[in-house]
């Protein structure tokens, strides 16, 4: 037997007014040492995001991506070629807590590995490159100005052993003229799949909540004796049953306009999630805790789907099957676009116009 999934158990409470039965989904997990982890594959909830066990795993998930993923090899040489982004912000830079942002024109282009940020500004970014203080920011400026989010950003980023980082809110002029931001806008999406991983503060609801702090879920868990017959031989362990003591609430990432086209258009990218963290490439996704991520069969995340990013459309084979599943995913595009949140209406249509334009070129 291999226990590798959510259990469905029954519950019997006995009361006054008589017998109750309900049922749940508990997640079983045993511990790495335990005489049950070879029949049980599912491991604890990962309540450290960024724990030096973490940080390993990260490593090697980038590292698994890039040396030997075969799918992911075929895909990168397809991409299309874009500009590199104009400014980056350079890690390296720093030194007595200041860092500085750079222009790529500088860079040699073999150098240019960078991740990027995706995040939920919320109700406003307190720090942004404007074309009043670029001058400064290009000489250098204190990380502590920037918000923890971005912080945070900066961290994974050198953990992965990348020295550059992309930021809408610093990479970008704000405040600049019509004209340069919408040159630099349309230069954005091709950014996401340029970007040696795209790192998602998925459970940050805005710029200075940050994403590695200890997660903070209320789980109610059961233990439960058991014992295993292997050769023979009796072996007593346990397993731990896990039950939620709250609601699944979409991550605040996922509510708002922009990060709709970096998610679809994230070659790899980490998710920062409230309960785990989810790696997903093109060939594989994974997760550093199994609480919320077991597919309900085998390869569903494997399938090559049409979810607006260009990559799975590149390997998809054309048929009349093809064009329905583009028209049905597009819908749902449309569908999950309405429920997002903006700031201002302007970004609203700004941020439509550069998904549907992305769409229709994924579509031909
Ligand atoms: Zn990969």
Redesign the pocket.
């Known amino acids: 037997m291999m226990v590798y999934a959510w259990l469905t158990a029954t519950f019997i409470s006995r009361t006054n007014f008589g017998t109750m039965k309900f049922q749940d989904s508990l997640l079983g997990w045993v511990s790495k040492g335990s005489s049950a982890a070879h029949y049980v594959k599912t491991r604890p909830p990962n309540r450290q995001p960024w724990s030096l066990e973490s940080i390993r795993w990260m490593k090697r998930c980038l590292r ?2 890039y040396k030997h ?1 075969a ?2 090899a075929k895909l990168r040489q397809l991409l299309p070629v874009h500009q590199p982004p104009k400014y980056l912000i350079d890690l390296e830079s720093a030194g007595d807590g200041r860092i500085c942002i750079v222009d790529t024109k500088g860079v040699q282009e073999d150098n240019l590995h960078f991740s990027i940020l995706s995040y939920s500004w919320g109700s406003g970014q307190t720090s942004k490159t404007t074309p009043g203080n670029l001058k400064q920011r290009l000489i250098g400026f204190p990380f502590t100005d920037l918000p923890l989010t971005i912080q945070d950003a900066m961290t994974v980023t050198q953990a992965l052993g990348l020295r550059y980082l992309w930021v809408d809110a610093i990479c970008i002029q704000q405040d600049s003229d019509r004209q340069l931001f919408q040159q630099q806008l349309d230069a954005v999406l091709g950014l996401y799949a340029q970007a040696t991983v795209v790192i998602s503060a998925a459970c940050a609801d805005h710029s200075d909540a940050g994403f590695l702090k200890p997660r903070n879920q209320h789980y109610h868990q059961y233990d439960l004796g058991l014992t295993i017959l292997d050769n023979g031989q009796r072996l007593d362990s346990r397993i731990t049953l896990l039950e939620r003591g709250f609601k699944k609430q979409r991550e605040p990432v996922d509510t708002r306009i922009w990060t709709l086209q970096e998610r679809n258009n994230a070659f ?1 990218s980490f998710r920062f999630e409230s309960e785990q963290v989810l790696w997903q ?4 996704t994974c997760a550093d805790g199994e609480v919320d991520m077991l597919p309900p069969y085998p390869d569903a995340y494997n399938a090559p789907t049409f979810d607006g990013s260009i990559f799975p459309s590149m390997l998809s084979t054309i048929s009349a099957r093809y064009y329905e599943g583009n028209l049905r995913k597009y819908l749902e595009h449309v569908s999950d676009f309405s429920k997002r949140q903006y700031t201002y209406f302007d970004n609203r249509l700004d941020a439509f116009a550069l998904s549907a334009s992305s769409m229709a070129k994924n579509m031909g």
């Open positions: 698994d991506c993923h799918t992911c790899c490439c093109q060939e594989t």
